[in-house]
């Protein structure tokens, strides 16, 4: 029995050989992203098995989509997008079970009557009301986790912008939850 050395591939041979159909570039594509795919959507569920479902209808959605891939920016921030899409379509088709709300570790504890006071909808909607780029940049670098270099990449913005629009967004989150009646200290909001 002869073994063959596994190749390796540039990005770009990864791309072309997953278009045109090469098991073995889609292979070596989905074991190299599929580890850091899985960790950003375990950040979202305990449950293994949910979450390897969604990586792997992200998968399918990256492969589908593969050939629209214009080698420009980051070949994992575009597959992370893809994937973090297919995620929010399975918990917005599965709202009624999963109520969640992913506060980065850098936050403050919410009070603990604070429950009594808002309400995840409350969030959710001040979020919504948001201006479009400033509900974007919130979004991507307080649920996402992006970076501001890649949130500036993605959205065709300066740095200097991204952090602006994120500091607009958490002035007027906390606006409207304070008027709705949370008067928690002003604490950083993301």
Not at 50 to 73: S, Y
Not at 95 to 121: I, K, M, S, W
Request: glycine residues 4%.
């Amino acid at each position: 029995m002869k073994l063959f050395a596994k190749k390796t591939f540039t990005e770009e041979e990864l791309v072309r050989g997953c278009v045109d159909n090469d098991r073995r570039a889609q292979e070596a594509f989905y074991r190299m992203f599929f580890p850091e795919m899985l960790r950003m959507v375990m950040r979202y569920t305990r449950d293994e098995d949910t979450a390897l479902e969604i990586v792997n209808n992200g998968f399918l959605r990256v492969f589908k989509k593969l050939n629209t891939f214009a080698f420009k920016g980051s070949l994992e921030g575009w597959v992370r997008r893809l994937v973090y899409h297919s995620m929010a379509d399975h918990f917005r088709d599965n709202a009624r079970y999963y109520n969640f709300l992913v506060l980065e570790e850098r936050d403050q504890a919410v009070p603990e009557r604070g429950h009594e006071t808002f309400y995840e909808e409350d969030i959710l909607q001040a979020v919504r009301a948001l201006p479009p780029v400033s509900q974007s940049v919130f979004k991507l670098y307080a649920i996402e986790g992006y970076s501001h270099a890649e949130i500036a990449e993605n959205l065709n913005i300066s740095e200097g912008t991204s952090k602006w629009h994120l500091s607009t967004a958490r002035q007027k989150l906390r606006e409207h939850l304070e008027s709705i009646g949370y008067t928690a200290r002003r604490e950083r909001l993301a």
